[in-house]
């Protein structure tokens, strides 16, 4: 029987998408699913729900089981063909509040604060440690399983797990698949949906929609260029920074408007906060999203437990036509964070990248990609400076190698003096306490 482990579980929603997925594959769908979390409330929400997805859309093929707390992870992991990962360390209470409000004080701003910034490398630090407790089991209990990771920051975590353990690591996100449509739809293009073609890479968050064609292979993006231009010139809407990003640099990235306009030092000025308005950007968004989600999860998780009348529809999120693609060994195309290696000629062989992937029975074949336009590289090399620092500063422990992160990160080095990038970094690793002890 094939076993598929999720570390996280607690994450209710994420958990559903992609275990009710794998209920969905004839592949998958007799598998025994083992729910990890430290979360004992969480934990039975997801139990609960998926018994009754397994029971109304899989007969009951396939066998649940809990496991709580780190005295029960590796019984979790053991044997397991398939570890997703879905976890979020410290939580939005405390640990993202303290993310968001200390940076606050020394006047810099943020978004989503979860892949790169002040926010993402604090995030990055306190969650590789617990990622190396996860690989040293699966390395004694299931050396052979796939670990998917779907936890932000993408590039940090996928590129530590790739480089300082054996454990066999994808990263995946959902923004590659949703790219190219959300904006062909968002320029009133619909009508070139249907069998277009395109290639991404880059980096995650930061991959770029290098060519787009319709399905008889003309080029869309001089229509797309003047399309975007006109948008942004005429309206206020939801993804000017990506827009502007087509009109800068010619090209548009995979991930929001909100992410982006924090990975760069170009929109959030304190000289110029006439940018904030003119571009849309909202600031504080990840806090916001974060309450209004828990506050919605616990309606619907109590309209679910009351009823127990949940069904579920195969989403477009990659895990399950990974696990497919491997056990049928059949082939499937993803777009996935591996480590470089040359796919991209013009970024560092040690940085994560995100390019296609060829998935069959043997694995993951990353592809070779060539060389970026030299600005998306260059773009792309501002945030893969911060990445690879933050990997360091997670295996050296050393609290230098943390501020030489901080000051390499393009957001916070245009806003903040070196002397204030220490003391805010200071302050966060005390203010998150025991979660960054090991950075004392």
């Not at 993006?221 to 993804?239: C, F, L, Q, S, V």
């Not at 010619?250 to 990975?263: D, F, L, P, V």
């Not at 470089?340 to 990609?369: F, K, M, Q, R, S």
Request: charged share 25%.
């Amino acid at each position: 029987m094939i076993k598929i482990t999720f570390m996280g579980a607690g994450s209710t929603v994420f958990a559903r998408n992609v275990l009710g997925d794998c209920m969905c594959s004839p592949a998958l769908c007799e598998s025994e699913m083992a729910l990890y979390d430290i979360d004992a409330k969480r934990l039975e929400e997801s139990r609960v729900i998926l018994e009754c997805m397994n029971k109304n859309i899989n007969g009951g093929k396939a066998v649940i089981k809990t496991y709580l707390g780190v005295e029960n992870r590796k019984e979790a992991l053991r044997g397991a063909n398939f570890v997703v990962d879905a976890i979020q360390v410290g939580g939005y209470d405390p640990c993202t509040i303290i993310d968001f409000e200390i940076p606050k004080k020394f006047g810099l701003r943020q978004t989503i604060a979860d892949t790169l910034g002040i926010g993402g490398i604090m995030r990055g630090l306190r969650t590789i440690p617990v990622l190396a407790d996860f690989a040293r089991d699966m390395e004694e209990v299931c050396p052979d399983a796939l670990f998917l990771n779907y936890t932000n920051p993408m590039g940090i975590l996928s590129g530590y797990m790739q480089r300082y353990t054996g454990v066999n690591t994808i990263g995946l996100c959902h923004s590659v698949q949703v790219c190219s449509e959300g904006l062909l739809k968002g320029l009133g293009m619909e009508d070139k949906l249907e069998g277009r073609k395109e290639l991404i890479a880059g980096i995650n968050h930061m991959g770029w929609l290098l060519k787009i064609q319709d399905k008889d292979g003309n080029d869309l993006y001089p229509e797309i260029r003047r399309r975007a231009a006109e948008k942004n010139a005429a309206e206020k809407h939801n993804d000017m920074v990506r827009y502007e990003y087509i009109r800068r640099l010619g090209y548009y990235c995979t991930e929001s408007s909100e992410h982006n306009a924090e990975y760069n030092p170009f929109f959030i000025k304190p000289n110029y906060p006439e940018l904030i308005d003119k571009y849309n950007i909202p600031l504080d968004e990840y806090p916001r999203r974060c309450i209004n989600q828990i506050a919605g999860w616990e309606k619907e998780s109590a309209e679910i437990l009351d009823g127990g009348n949940i069904t579920h529809e195969r989403s477009h999120e990659f895990a399950s036509y990974i696990m497919e693609a491997i056990v049928e060994s059949k082939p499937y195309q993803i777009g996935g964070n591996v480590i470089n290696n040359g796919c991209i000629e013009n970024l560092p062989a040690d940085a994560c990248v995100e390019v296609p992937c060829l998935v069959n029975g043997n694995g993951i074949h990353p592809c070779h990609v060539g060389r970026l336009p030299v600005q998306l590289a260059a773009m792309n090399m501002t945030n893969i400076n911060v990445q690879l620092m933050t990997i360091e500063a997670a295996r050296s422990k050393k609290r230098e190698a943390i501020y030489q992160a901080a000051m390499l990160d393009p957001h916070t080095a245009a806003q903040l003096s070196l002397d204030d990038i220490v003391k805010m970094c200071d302050e966060l690793i005390d203010a998150h306490g025991d979660y960054m002890k090991m950075y004392k």
